[in-house]
């Protein structure tokens, strides 16, 4: 929990001296909570008040990353228990898990699928981040081998510190993967292992109390970055245990669990009650997830769910404004104007595109917003497509010069045949679902 300017002023030698370039302490404090300034500025400050003040500077969720062949999945560094207070940071990764006591031809079917899936989502390549390679009574080392062989990106390695050797001297210099899980039993030399191997270990502990007191441990044992792995598996358990987590970590400031969560979905066998708990891991403050089955029909969902939750609130997402093609236009084929909300965008392009129909759409810069939104905020009227039509060189690109205007805004039609008296301006549907019949039946 950042510190308040006057809490800051509380540890500071008060003289006013000056030295830091700031005319007075308190004024020195206010920069430093608005992180304006650096304190290393003032030279009088005691240590003992520096090292207070510098942990408080500390993110209350230890950053933390994954790292493999280009690949990264970043955790941690989170600020708000809810979305709209700011914005979540770090989307939680996503893992497949395979067990090594499967055959290595069923391991590398399973993770081929896994890592080959991707999905476009309003012009984003939507994909998993990783696989978790599980202990199971056979050969671990093999079974890592069995992934990279077919599989780059992050991993999670899950087993007894003698396997995780061996698995860990298989994987490319410079890869970080995530180790576990430690417990009460085996933390020491798991957590010699992660601190040679400059990784970080996931703790287990059947209560929140046991997490702190294992967090503890393996911080002074000297692994820095620690995954929390509540034991809880029920919906009910894990809302609590992570919720719990995370609220003593940016409401308390309470160090021991300012770390990422590591939940287990995966672990209740049954398909769809895991697709429901990892939703629920999504939405309520997991960093690392391991499913236990890969399947597109709840990936997707669950990449959608994950993309939706981790964007900014405050900042919509946007395409480039322009002139896009569909469906290769020529010279006498319509223009369809539209906002630059990726969602608007993707909805009419992709009903145009299906359909076969050819057209012009320009991308009007409306600021992210969507049609109504843009027009009631004043960031979509005449003027501005008039301006965009120019901008884009629109008129070079067709000898008929027709311009269809969402329905929303027919309002905006009289103006902006004014702006552009040379031009047909049509007003289309109101739903991008009926753009393909109006641009058959009316549109010719
Ligand atoms: S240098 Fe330190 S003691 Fe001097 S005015 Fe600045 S903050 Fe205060």
């Known amino acids: 929990m950042a510190l308040s300017g006057i809490q800051i002023y509380k540890l500071l030698p008060q003289t006013n001296c000056k030295d830091c370039g700031y005319p007075t302490c308190l004024a020195f404090a206010m920069k430093l909570a608005a992180k304006q300034a650096e304190l290393a500025l003032c030279p009088h400050v005691s240590e003992e008040s520096a090292s207070k003040l510098s942990a408080a500077a500390q993110p209350p969720v230890r950053p933390m990353a994954l790292r493999s062949n280009g690949f990264e999945v970043k955790a941690g560094a ?16 996503l893992f497949v898990r395979v067990r090594d006591s499967d055959s290595a031809d069923a391991i590398q079917a399973k993770v081929r699928a896994a890592d080959a899936y991707t999905v476009d989502y309003v012009g984003m390549d939507l994909t998993l981040d ?3 390679v599980q202990a199971d009574g056979g050969d671990f080392a093999a079974a890592v081998q069995a ?11 899950f087993a007894g510190a003698e396997a995780l050797k061996a698995g860990l001297s298989l994987l490319a210099a410079g890869e970080i993967p995530l180790l576990g899980v430690a417990d009460a039993e085996n933390w020491q030399e798991m957590a010699a292992l992660a601190k040679q191997a400059g990784a970080p270990l996931a703790v287990a502990g059947a209560s929140v109390d046991a997490l702190v007191d294992l967090a503890q441990k393996v911080k002074e044992a000297g692994v820095a970055d ?3 792995a509540p034991a809880q598996r029920s919906l009910l358990g894990v809302l609590k245990a992570n919720t719990i987590i995370r609220r003593m970590a940016l409401k308390k400031n309470f160090r021991p669990l300012g770390y990422p969560i590591l939940s287990f979905p995966g672990d209740w066998g049954d398909p769809a009650r895991e697709a429901v708990l990892a939703g629920q891991a999504i939405a309520k403050y997991s960093g690392f997830i391991v499913l236990d089955h890969f399947a597109p029909e709840v990936a997707y969902p669950l990449l959608v769910l994950r993309e939706n939750i981790y964007t900014d609130p405050q900042k919509p997402i946007q395409v480039t404004p322009g002139i896009y093609e569909i469906n290769n236009p020529g010279p006498d084929d319509p223009v369809l104007v539209t906002t630059n909300f990726s969602i608007t965008y993707f909805s009419v392009a992709n009903e145009v595109e299906g359909s076969g129909n050819k057209a012009w759409m320009l991308v009007a810069d409306a600021e992210g917003m969507s049609v109504l939104t843009a027009w009631a905020a004043g960031k979509f009227d005449a003027e501005r497509i008039a301006k965009d039509v120019k901008r884009f060189g629109v008129a070079d690109k067709v000898g008929r010069k027709r311009i269809v205007l969402p329905g929303h805004v027919a309002v905006l039609s009289g103006e902006l045949e004014e702006e552009l008296p040379d031009w047909e301006v049509r007003v289309g549907p109101r739903e991008a679902v009926d753009l393909p019949k109006f641009m058959k039946q009316v549109l010719v």
């Open 130 to 132: 990783g696989i978790a």
């Open 226 to 228: 620690i995954v929390l």
């Open 147 to 157: 992934v990279r062989a077919v599989s780059q990106r992050p991993l999670l390695l």
């Open 78 to 93: 989170e600020t708000v228990l809810f979305r709209h207070e700011k914005t979540f940071v770090n989307r939680p990764g």
